[in-house]
């Protein structure tokens, strides 16, 4: 592990080991409200400075877009997934963390800053805390890992990208080809990796819906043969509807983890085994790691992959929850809510019609935000689909144009 990677473990868990006791001492042990209110606010105004907050990193003499694109191009030459948006990129760095690139013209060239950021487990996480307002302060230890991770490598990896004005190395005429072919593999494997990550919540989501059944028939089953039965000894009694009860939600969950298994599982090694190959050929197009024979070429690859693109993409839609946690929980908690206000309304109807009418007027404001929300995040979708497929087709493009080049050159 590197230094700047050890130095954010011990952050973390030092972070860890005192708001964990705190936690519990303030919300079982003590009855101090404000305490209790402090919190959740300090954990909020934390994750505000850290993820709000941008650190200048370097000054490059060039415009803002070849700035980030040779910054792009050097992250991705060291393996790293790359995801490049108008005005910045995002760097992932671990599973739960990652860093944001910004660019911003000025007076002669591009200041270069950085941003904390997270991958989508890691908003999971900090959002699910705080939506938990009691589970807070647990938050805390991952918004100074990340904010530890971040720094350490705007500081050791891109700043000395930009060290004396200086642009990452531009592709000269006879390596411009091997530069595409990078980015190319980069983008695929991000996107295969993604696509895999994205149907990989969606089968642990199944299998959780599957232990639920497995609960749920527990349940029932033990309610039916329990009142069903005709046992004069209590002890009798409990015993038998137990174990019949144990079986049937045993049975149910072994069978719907199966059948998830079966559904999911063939999809699930296809894009991991497009995800390795596509990080191999990258690491081989890079000089990570030495060629090996008979494999395809980094080009035949590229344009296999283009065909497994638009699969890769419904993935991706699929697991619109696991890539944007913020709209989603959003969209849940309106939901709930709008559902709660509907049953309050119901319930008042003939004794305070008033009041119902305002619970169901607010419940239609609530189902009305959700089906906004979730417009807006399918737009977003479709918008990034439709540019996926364009940049792809414009990076196959270009490699086959700088191939036919470079050959008639030679």
Request: one cysteine or more.
């Amino acid at each position: 592990m590197e230094r700047r990677g050890w130095s954010s473990v011990v952050v973390a868990a030092v972070s860890a080991a005192l708001a964990v006791p705190l936690a519990i001492w303030a919300l079982v042990l003590s009855g101090n409200f404000w305490l209790q209110i402090a919190l959740v606010l300090v954990p909020l105004a934390l994750f505000s400075v850290v993820f709000v907050s941008k650190g200048r990193i370097g000054h490059l003499a060039v415009p803002p877009e070849r700035a980030l694109a040779g910054i792009a191009h050097a992250m991705r030459a060291s393996l790293y997934r790359v995801t490049e948006e108008t005005g910045s990129l995002t760097v992932r760095l671990d599973s739960v963390s990652a860093v944001k690139v910004l660019a911003r013209p000025a007076a002669d060239g591009t200041d270069v800053y950085f941003q904390p950021y997270a991958t989508p487990a890691g908003w999971s996480f900090i959002m699910i805390s705080f939506f938990l307002w009691s589970l807070a302060f647990l938050a805390v230890p991952l918004i100074l890992f990340i904010f530890m991770e971040a720094r350490g490598f705007a500081r050791d990896r891109i700043a000395s990208l930009t060290t004396g004005g200086a642009q990452p190395p531009a592709p000269l005429a006879a390596t411009e080809v091997k530069a595409l072919l990078i980015d190319g593999l980069s983008e695929g494997n991000r996107l295969a990796s993604e696509a895999y990550e994205a149907e990989q919540s969606g089968y642990h989501d199944w299998l959780l819906l599957a232990l639920l059944g497995g609960i749920v028939t527990w349940g029932l089953v033990f309610a039916w043969t329990f009142t069903a039965s005709a046992e004069p000894d209590f002890g009798r009694r409990l015993e038998v509807p137990t174990v019949i009860a144990v079986a049937a939600g045993t049975m149910v969950t072994v069978l719907g983890g199966l059948v998830v298994r079966a559904a999911l599982r063939s999809r699930l090694l296809r894009l991991k085994g497009w995800a390795d190959r596509l990080r191999d050929a990258l690491a081989t197009e890079a000089g990570s790691t030495a060629p090996r024979e008979h494999l395809p070429s980094s080009f035949e690859l590229l344009s296999e992959a283009a065909r497994q693109l638009p699969e890769w993409l419904t993935s991706l839609r699929r697991g619109g929850l696991s890539r944007d946690p913020g709209t989603w929980l959003v969209i849940v908690i309106a939901g709930f809510w709008s559902a709660s206000l509907f049953v309050g309304a119901a319930s008042l109807a003939v004794f305070a019609p008033l009041l119902a009418a305002v619970l169901t007027l607010g419940g239609f404001l609530l189902t009305a935000l959700c089906y906004l929300l979730y417009q807006r995040w399918r737009r977003r979708v479709d918008s990034e689909r439709e540019r996926t497929l364009s940049d792809w087709d414009r990076r196959l493009d270009s490699v086959r144009t700088s191939m036919d080049q470079f050959l008639r050159d030679l």
